[in-house]
């Protein structure tokens, strides 16, 4: 599937462990498209943001089950993705 590299990028994850890890091991966390693979998150963070990105993982996350009286459903599910940037970037 071709798609715009801005269409890749969901959103910044802006959690307490997030935020260790950028000042630690120059980690940033996104949330991304589930059809997007690491090639493609990692072409839209360097033309996105001019960095140089040295590794991209990637994680499926299950949506939560959620129950409104007796009735169930689940949210979304959602890819995370891990990038990983060159040091002074």
Known sequence: ??????DV???????????IRRETENLYLFKVANYANKIQI????????????????TQN????????GRWAGRR??????IVKLKEGN
């Open 76 to 81: 979304s599910s959602w890819k995370k993705a």
């Open 1 to 6: 599937m071709k798609a715009d590299l801005h």
């Open 61 to 68: 996350r299950l949506g939560k089950i959620k129950r409104m």
């Open 9 to 19: 990028l969901r959103a910044p994850l802006i959690t307490e462990k997030g935020s």
């Open 42 to 57: 990692k072409r839209a963070v360097e033309s996105i943001f001019s960095v140089k990105v040295l590794s991209v993982n």
